[in-house]
Nanobody, 123 residues
Framework: QVQLVESGGGLVQAGGSLSLSCAAS??????MGWFRQAPGKEREFVAA????????YYADSVRGRFTISRDVAKNTVNLQMNILKPEDTAVYYC??????????????????WGQGTQVTVSS
């Protein structure tokens, strides 16, 4: 059974940094990503990484501030978040894409999700 378990998150002041980690068990995935959902808003794409080649994808709103990476040996995907802004406040979800995905930015391409972890950025 596939399981994605996030860790990290918390409360930080604007301009600060946080790191999220997601441990995947059950099997490996070709593409893994991070999404976020703020209160009253749709869940949106944040970043994704291709497992074999390490190709990365970012939302425009986080490019240059967030870095996604993977640890192949540990089967984990990490999200380093720097220069955080109050608008980054959301529940962050780790997700694993379905085989053969062609749209790593599309929520519908992901079939497995973690439980979510809260990130709060105070102004």
């Amino acid at each position: 059974q596939v399981q994605l378990v996030e860790s990290g998150g918390g409360l930080v002041q604007a301009g600060g940094s946080l790191s999220l980690s997601c441990a995947a068990s059950g099997r490996t995935f070709a593409t893994m990503g991070w999404f976020r959902q703020a209160p009253g808003k749709e869940r949106e794409f944040v970043a994704a990484i291709n497992w074999s080649g390490g190709y990365t994808y970012y939302a425009d709103s986080v490019r240059g501030r967030f870095t996604i990476s993977r640890d192949v040996a540990k089967n984990t995907v990490n999200l380093q978040m720097n220069i955080l802004k109050p608008e980054d406040t959301a529940v962050y979800y780790c997700a694993a894409a379905r085989p053969g995905t062609t749209s790593p930015r599309s929520r519908s391409d992901y079939g497995s999700w973690g439980q979510g972890t809260q990130v709060t950025v105070s102004s």
